[in-house]
């Protein structure tokens, strides 16, 4: 099955709680939790030090709201990108919140890409 071909309430009722969870495990700096839904592909691209680095001394990543906003949706591919505004508990402002899914190879919807900025 191809991702795309979900309807938004669909890919929405997958990514939310993905979302919610890399937003907490980032506050609390637990890398561990952060990869846990992440596809092999992209673990396998991760450099683990510059993961924790950034844990460490981005005030944004340890500090972001648990409240987002949903976007929209682009399709593409065998992918889709979730998108949200996203705010800090710590600096003021938002940002753009991307989360990227779809199918691995055995048929679980897994995170392919995720960003703030």
Not at 39 to 68: C, H, M, P, T, W
């Amino acid at each position: 099955m191809n991702i795309i071909e979900l309807t938004d309430d669909e890919i929405l009722a997958a990514a939310a709680p993905l979302w919610a969870d890399l937003v907490q495990a980032s506050n609390d700096g637990e890398y561990g939790k952060f990869i846990r839904n992440f596809d092999y592909s992209l673990i396998e691209g991760l450099n683990e030090i510059e993961v924790g680095k950034q844990f460490a001394q981005s005030e944004l990543s340890r500090n972001l709201a648990k409240e987002f906003d949903f976007l929209g949706i682009i399709r593409r591919g065998q992918h889709v990108s979730v998108l949200y505004r996203v705010r800090s508990t710590k600096k003021e402002g938002e940002w753009l919140g991307r989360l990227v899914l779809g199918y691995n190879d055995a048929g679980e919807i897994k995170i392919f890409g995720a960003s703030v900025f």
